[in-house]
């Protein structure tokens, strides 16, 4: 059993969602970034998605796109990436990984290359963005091969045609964006929502998971009732943010950080 599927399962038994918390590798620079993202499953992480730094990232708000930036600033490249995994893996080996980045990353890195790697350092799954269904074929063998999930992407537009080519080759977690525009700019609205993801768990086996425009208790409350886990990424982003601006020192960031996951991942828990 593959470490994502293991790890909802056991969610599952100890009656919890699944907390996905988001940061970019080399924000605010490699010796921080590892620490924090060492730091997360302790304080409630299950799966942990790093963004990989790109320089026209598409479907990031403001606050994502400047700290891929950061990280870029931080010297961030693929192989310094897989490093920082390996060092995860040394003491955590159940934890789940998931990449998340543009396919132009990839590319220029050497696909069979990325995937091996992938693999060999630990890596459980990859959100490629900018990468269409219908162009799966560049990289299916490769996944296979690797053992590595390609997560997809639904929307609140995802009409019942798409859905299926979508899901055709989807693995490990559905990933649902519960608003339309950017990571980090509006708040969706749980009625809505829970219409979406009802509609969606009944044509799929796969744990659905809902992102973008979460970063209260009260909403990972809400949506915890109906969705298999929630993704919070820019509220964590904008932590590292201030410390980069030097709004409070290293050990008040990873606090803050800290602090704020803890409440998230205790809105994760149900009674039934």
Do not use: W
């Amino acid at each position: 059993m593959d470490r994502i599927t293991k790890k909802f399962k056991e969610l599952e038994g100890q009656k919890k969602k699944a907390l996905i918390g988001f940061v970019s590798a080399f924000d605010p620079d490699y010796k921080i970034s590892r620490k924090i993202i060492n730091n997360m499953p302790s304080y409630g992480v299950d799966i942990i998605e790093i963004g990989l730094p790109f320089s026209d990232p598409m479907a990031d708000g403001p606050t994502i796109q400047r700290s891929s930036l950061r990280g870029i600033k931080a010297g961030f490249n693929l192989s310094k990436t897989f490093d920082l995994i390996k060092d995860f893996r040394v003491t955590n080996h159940h934890t789940p990984i998931i990449f998340m980045g543009y396919f132009n990353t990839l590319f220029q890195y050497g696909i069979k290359k990325f995937f091996s790697k992938a693999n060999k350092s630990g890596v459980d799954g990859v959100i490629l963005v900018d990468l269409p269904p219908e162009e799966d074929g560049i990289i299916l063998d490769y996944l296979r091969k690797d053992k590595i999930s390609i997560i997809r992407l639904l929307t609140p537009t995802t009409d019942k045609k798409r859905f299926k080519t979508i899901i055709n080759s989807a693995s490990g977690f559905l990933y649902y964006v519960s608003i339309m525009g950017i990571t980090g700019t509006k708040k969706p609205s749980i009625e809505h929502l829970k219409k979406k993801v009802g509609d969606i768990k009944k044509k799929t086996l796969l744990p659905l998971v809902v992102g973008f425009g979460i970063n209260e208790r009260e909403q990972v409350e809400a949506i915890c009732k109906f969705a298999d886990g929630i993704v919070v990424g820019s509220s964590i982003v904008k932590i590292i943010e201030g410390f980069s601006k030097k709004k409070y020192n290293e050990a008040i960031m990873i606090d803050k950080i800290n602090k704020f996951i803890k409440s998230l991942s205790d809105g994760c828990y149900f009674k039934n």
